[in-house]
T-cell receptor, first 110, second 114 residues
Framework: GQQVMQIPQYQHVQEGEDFTTYCNSS?????IQWYKQRPGGHPVFLIQ?????EVKKQKRLTFQFGEAKKNSSLHITATQTTDVGTYFC??????????FGSGTQLTVLP | SAVISQKPSRDICQRGTSLTIQCQVD?????MFWYRQQPGQSLTLIAT?????????ESGFVIDKFPISRPNLTFSTLTVSNMSPEDSSIYLC???????????FGAGSRLTVL
């Protein structure tokens, strides 16, 4: 079945440093979504990417979908303490099933 | 987007008992799902709650252990039956609204089984 892996599993950064998490699928995806889960909270949708090579920005967050539609990345510029949480990618494959990645837990040190 | 009320928010249960989690949505939605998130882990889909018919379960999850009801387009319940400590987890209700391709999650129900 479809598998979606994320690296790193954990990342500690100093406030102001950049952060990147990578997502890789075992199969080609029709689209990929990113969610953020704050500590003690529930996942909240951030963005969806559909086109090969697509790049979208939300303020300090940049999302990219790979040319082969099998990988994606989320980059945060100049992290802030409000960025703390776990970031999940979720890929939708040919079976229309949405598979969540393993998540990257971001800690931002003030 | 839809607003989801899920209860209980947390509970501590004894081994061998059952607990029913309720999910109420403030609008009619086509798709409702139940996820499990074990401590520090990702989200695993348990089943799709189908209105008026039996839920569609994912591999590794069975109806006897996780019976689901969905009597209408705004409400669903998930029961965790004959609980063991391995069932300690967060259970999340989520919906996908018509015309949208993204999930909205409830706040989750944190279950601890002693």
């Amino acid at each position: 079945g479809q598998q979606v892996m994320q690296i790193p599993q954990y990342q500690h950064v100093q406030e102001g440093e950049d952060f990147t998490t990578y997502c890789n699928s075992s199969t080609t995806l029709s689209n990929i979504q990113w969610y953020k889960q704050r500590p003690g909270g529930h996942p909240v949708f951030l963005i969806q990417l559909v086109k090969s090579g697509e790049v979208k920005k939300q303020k300090r967050l940049t999302f990219q979908f790979g040319e082969a539609k099998k990988n994606s990345s989320l980059h945060i510029t100049a992290t802030q303490t409000t960025d703390v949480g776990t970031y999940f990618c979720a890929g939708r494959g040919s079976a229309r099933q949405l598979t969540f990645g393993s998540g990257t837990q971001l800690t931002v040190l003030p | 987007s839809a607003v989801i009320s899920q209860k209980p928010s947390r509970d501590i249960c004894q081994r061998g008992t059952s607990l029913t989690i309720q999910c109420q949505v403030d609008s009619q939605v086509t798709m409702m799902f139940w996820y499990r998130q074990q401590p520090g882990q990702s989200l695993t889909l348990i089943a799709t709650a189908n209105q008026g018919s039996e839920a569609t379960y994912e591999s590794g999850f069975v109806i006897d252990k996780f019976p689901i009801s969905r009597p209408n387009l705004t409400f669903s319940t998930l029961t965790v039956s004959n609980m063991s400590p391995e069932d300690s987890s967060i259970y999340l209700c989520s919906v996908r609204e018509a015309g949208a391709n993204v999930l909205t999650f409830g706040a989750g129900s944190r279950l601890t089984v002693l």
